[in-house]
């Protein structure tokens, strides 16, 4: 029994067939090389979303976290204590109420 599709009297393609999965797999392998390089890498900075921020944690950079959002990671990392968090957390509520206030009641219709 002759393998390969008659490989040496029938002048099939012989071992070379096996080469043609190898070369696409190379090809789709190389597709997604460069879609990750290029493409999926303009999401969310130079290094993509998985990024750190200056204290070596995983984030967003320091200047784009809220108010509320640093105290809680503040907390959270045992930075300052129960009842200082919950003093900023009053003052820093009090000050986003009186924004809200203070906008919301400019605006009227002539």
């Not at 071992?15 to 090389?33: C, D, H, K």
């Not at 890498?41 to 784009?64: E, F, I, L, V």
């Amino acid at each position: 029994m002759q393998t390969l599709a008659h490989w040496n009297d029938g002048g099939g393609p012989g071992p070379w067939i096996l080469l043609f999965p190898l070369m696409w797999a190379l090809v789709v392998a190389g597709g997604i090389f460069l879609l990750r390089r290029t493409v999926w890498r303009g999401r969310g900075g130079p290094r993509g979303p998985w990024t750190r921020n200056a204290s070596g944690g995983p984030g967003a950079t320091g200047g784009s976290e809220s108010p509320l959002g640093l105290l809680d990671r503040r907390f959270a990392q045992g930075e300052i204590d129960e009842d200082e968090y919950w003093r900023r957390f009053s003052v820093l509520n009090e000050s986003t109420r009186d924004r809200a206030a203070g906008s919301g009641g400019g605006k009227g219709g002539a």
